[in-house]
């Protein structure tokens, strides 16, 4: 299974396209969408839907895999990162994926093995299980653990879906 995980922001967007073979994790692909911080927010938003649909087409993911909105301390940084995250929604709809979401402390439990790690822990763990660093700003390696994050809970999503199947056919 190939995942496209993306961590959504209006000044960089993270994605990385991660495998899993033989219990081994692998990044094939991972970088930041970066628009111009001097335009206005809707080319900031475009340079990412550009940059978004260009990474579906290349490398043609099963699914994808988005940090889910959290709190935030601002209500105007919540609105410019719900902006993005909502792009992101967009151009994996329009590419007919399925989303799968993980609230950051998912994310670092499921990596870092404590949902209270911090980025350098969740860094260096995505290095270990990588069997190397990934070159990239920070946000492409917040993108790789949200696509591991999905390879690690794949399984519970399989499972939940056979069984509302078998449920649907009882009907």
């Known amino acids: 299974m190939k995942v496209l995980g993306i961590d959504p922001g209006s000044?960089?967007?993270?994605w990385a396209v991660v495998t899993r073979e033989q219990g081994r994790y692998r990044a094939l692909a991972a970088g930041a969408i970066r628009p111009p911080t001097d335009g206005e927010m809707p080319d900031r938003l475009l340079a990412i839907a550009e940059?978004?649909?260009?990474l579906l087409r290349l490398h043609s993911p099963d699914v994808v895999a988005i940090e889910a909105i959290f709190a935030h301390k601002s209500s105007t940084s919540a609105l410019i990162l719900g902006q993005a995250r909502g792009v992101a929604l967009l151009c994996a709809a329009q590419a007919g994926l399925r989303v799968f979401e993980y609230n950051a402390s998912t994310i670092k439990s499921s990596v870092a093995g404590s949902g209270r790690a911090d980025k350098e822990a969740v860094g260096r763990m995505v290095a270990v299980l990588l069997g190397g660093e990934v070159s990239g700003p920070h946000d492409a390696v917040d993108a790789v653990a949200i696509a591991m994050t999905h390879h690690a809970h794949a399984h519970r999503h399989a499972a939940a879906e056979r069984l509302a199947a078998a449920v649907k056919a009882r009907r």
């Open 11 to 14: 000044r960089s967007t993270g």
């Open 51 to 54: 940059g978004l649909t260009g």
